[in-house]
């Protein structure tokens, strides 16, 4: 990964200034590292300490007796062990990477002003989300894992598009609210990165500065940029018509297109954050369209299709109203292109069929990648149970009962502590495609499992002493 500013584009530099901002030094590297906390932090912390204790002690006592269970987001142990690994250390970590429900963090945040706190929070966001991508080896780019990384495929596609008229008539800016930055699901970022837009999010200082200030209109050399939001309000108009509109008069002009990368409620708070001389507009999206995302059953923006959907039929449509239709065909053609490579991995990653690609080599290979990168998640994550359980004694209970010894698909007894391995192997899939229910045989009922929990050697004897007896 290329961790220079210079010469990457802008979508891959407005990341790594993300990364920079929330002062991640060497993402993606070994040596990766979070600032520590400074005095001020530890001041901060420690002046409100008393207050928040005795304030959660209330809001505790009040839950009881309203009996309200409070709302625990769980965070994936392999982020807590690493941000409680960058605290053990002699020094502890910025307070910006705390969990929110921490009562540090709540001091925190109690002791700033009340101006400063959303930004804080925008802060502490990116600053768990980028660590936690950091921690599970996503690439900072593509957004998948770095051993499924499709940045390449990405820059192929990249190279096709019509860039000259891309950049010169529709630039494109990516407006993430902080929530989503760095989640899989979202897809704004694939757009980012082949139209080479950067990515601003909504409560960084910098980004919040260009945002509020963006005027209607700008005046370049010769020609005029429309700054332009893509939200459908009461009124607006269709971009097309809002372009025809403005080059009626002849007159060189350019749109400066804003989009946003947000849940239907995140994208209501953010337009309002954008200045009103902004023009609103809509997308004139054709009622038998149907959405090449519906085979990711994901959750898309208002109007049914996703961001990255929502981005290609934006720029296609302003590109067709300035006339370059040979472009805007080109556009299309490629963006689809790239987006049916991105449903295709997806499906695949979720050991679903790829809908698009006919390529059964292609497929094959990606198959491989994603089975081997499965079994070393497996295989690491056996390797950390494992260590837990040697020096904690908590963490035995961890050793479950032996479930899914027995796999109904091959008819056969595998034993849980394989099962991961064996589901990812030829054989079962061979076999699932025969009985792609795992419907259970008639052999299967009468199978004796050998327990694999193995008991204790005493334990062992003993009860085999009792067998005995019985038969007797
Ligand atoms: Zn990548
Ligand atoms: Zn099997």
Same mark, same amino acid.
């Given at each position: 990964?290329?961790?220079?500013?210079?010469?990457?584009?802008?979508?891959? +530099?407005?990341?790594?200034?993300?990364?920079?901002?929330?002062?991640?030094?060497?993402?993606?590297?070994?040596?990766?590292?979070?600032?520590?906390?400074?005095?001020?932090?530890?001041?901060?912390?420690?002046?409100?300490?008393?207050?928040?204790?005795?304030?959660?002690?209330?809001?505790?006592?009040?839950?009881?007796?309203?009996?309200?269970?409070?709302?625990?987001?769980?965070?994936?142990?392999?982020?807590?062990?690493?941000?409680?690994?960058?605290?053990?250390?002699?020094?502890?970590?910025?307070?910006?990477?705390?969990?929110?429900?921490? /009562?540090?963090?709540?001091?925190?945040?109690?002791?700033?002003?009340?101006?400063?706190?959303?930004?804080?929070?925008?802060?502490?966001?990116?600053? /768990?989300?980028?660590?936690?991508?950091?921690?599970?080896?996503?690439?900072?780019?593509?957004? *998948?894992?770095?051993?499924?990384?499709?940045?390449?495929? /990405?820059?192929?596609?990249?190279?096709?598009?019509?860039?000259?008229?891309?950049?010169?008539?529709?630039?494109?800016?990516?407006?993430?609210?902080?929530?989503?930055?760095?989640?899989?699901?979202?897809?704004?970022?694939? +757009?980012?990165? /082949?139209? &080479?837009?950067?990515?601003?999010?909504?409560?960084?200082?910098?980004?919040?500065?260009?945002?509020?200030?963006?005027?209607?209109?700008?005046?370049?050399? !010769?020609?005029?940029?429309?700054?332009?939001?893509?939200?459908?309000?009461?009124?607006?108009?269709?971009?097309?018509?809002?372009?025809?509109?403005?080059?009626?008069?002849? =007159?060189?002009?350019?749109?400066?297109?804003?989009?946003?990368?947000?849940?239907? !409620?995140?994208?209501?708070?953010?337009?309002?954050?954008?200045?009103?001389?902004?023009?609103?507009?809509?997308?004139?999206?054709?009622?038998?369209?149907?959405?090449? *995302?519906?085979?990711?059953?994901?959750?898309?923006?208002?109007?049914?299709?996703?961001?990255?959907?929502?981005?290609?039929?934006?720029?296609?449509?302003?590109?067709?109203?300035?006339?370059?239709?040979?472009?805007?065909?080109?556009?299309?053609?490629?963006?689809?292109?790239?987006?049916? &490579?991105?449903? &295709?991995?997806?499906?695949?990653?979720?050991?679903?069929?790829?809908?698009?690609?006919?390529?059964?080599?292609?497929?094959?290979?990606?198959?491989?990648?994603?089975? +081997? %990168?499965?079994?070393?998640? =497996?295989?690491?994550?056996?390797?950390?149970?494992?260590?837990?359980?040697?020096?904690?004694?908590?963490?035995?209970?961890?050793?479950?009962?032996?479930?899914?010894? %027995?796999?109904?698909?091959?008819?056969?007894?595998? !034993?849980?502590?394989?099962?991961?391995?064996?589901?990812? !192997?030829?054989?079962?899939? %061979?076999?699932?495609?025969?009985?792609?229910?795992?419907?259970?045989?008639?052999?299967?009922?009468?199978?004796?499992?050998?327990?694999?929990?193995?008991?204790?050697?005493?334990?062992?004897?003993?009860?085999?002493?009792?067998?005995?007896?019985?038969?007797?």
């Amino acid at each position: 990964m290329t961790t220079s500013v210079e010469g990457v584009g802008a979508y891959k +530099a407005s990341m790594l200034e993300i990364v920079k901002r929330i002062g991640l030094e060497n993402y993606g590297l070994a040596n990766a590292t979070m600032p520590s906390r400074s005095e001020l932090e530890d001041r901060m912390i420690s002046e409100a300490m008393d207050f928040v204790v005795e304030d959660e002690k209330r809001r505790e006592e009040s839950r009881k007796a309203k009996n309200i269970k409070p709302i625990v987001r769980k965070t994936a142990t392999t982020v807590v062990e690493s941000v409680n690994e960058l605290n053990r250390a002699d020094k502890q970590c910025t307070i910006y990477l705390s969990f929110e429900e921490s /009562l540090e963090w709540k001091a925190f945040l109690h002791a700033l002003p009340k101006s400063e706190r959303f930004r804080a929070t925008v802060r502490r966001r990116l600053s /768990l989300s980028l660590w936690k991508a950091h921690t599970q080896g996503t690439c900072l780019f593509c957004w *998948f894992s770095t051993q499924m990384c499709m940045c390449e495929e /990405l820059e192929r596609y990249k190279k096709e598009l019509p860039n000259t008229v891309l950049q010169g008539k529709t630039p494109v800016t990516m407006l993430f609210h902080s929530d989503e930055l760095m989640r899989s699901t979202n897809s704004g970022h694939i +757009a980012a990165y /082949l139209l &080479d837009s950067p990515v601003r999010v909504w409560g960084l200082e910098e980004d919040d500065d260009l945002i509020t200030h963006l005027p209607g209109v700008e005046e370049g050399e !010769g020609h005029a940029v429309y700054n332009v939001s893509l939200y459908p309000e009461k009124g607006s108009p269709d971009i097309s018509h809002f372009i025809s509109n403005v080059t009626e008069t002849g =007159a060189d002009a350019r749109i400066h297109l804003i989009l946003s990368d947000s849940t239907w !409620g995140q994208a209501l708070s953010l337009n309002r954050h954008i200045p009103r001389e902004v023009t609103r507009v809509s997308l004139d999206i054709d009622e038998t369209y149907e959405s090449l *995302f519906a085979h990711l059953r994901k959750r898309t923006r208002e109007t049914g299709v996703s961001t990255l959907e929502a981005t290609t039929m934006a720029v296609h449509q302003c590109l067709t109203a300035f006339g370059h239709e040979a472009e805007a065909n080109l556009f299309n053609e490629v963006m689809v292109g790239a987006m049916k &490579d991105f449903v &295709d991995l997806k499906c695949l990653m979720k050991f679903t069929d790829a809908p698009f690609s006919k390529d059964d080599d292609q497929i094959d290979r990606l198959e491989e990648r994603r089975d +081997a %990168y499965r079994k070393e998640m =497996a295989d690491t994550r056996y390797k950390r149970v494992n260590e837990r359980m040697e020096s904690d004694k908590e963490s035995r209970k961890f050793l479950l009962p032996p479930v899914l010894n %027995y796999c109904y698909c091959c008819d056969r007894v595998i !034993g849980w502590h394989r099962m991961p391995e064996h589901v990812l !192997g030829k054989g079962h899939r %061979y076999a699932l495609r025969l009985n792609p229910k795992c419907v259970p045989s008639e052999h299967s009922k009468e199978e004796v499992v050998h327990n694999f929990s193995r008991p204790m050697r005493a334990q062992k004897r003993d009860s085999a002493i009792d067998a005995h007896d019985v038969e007797e």
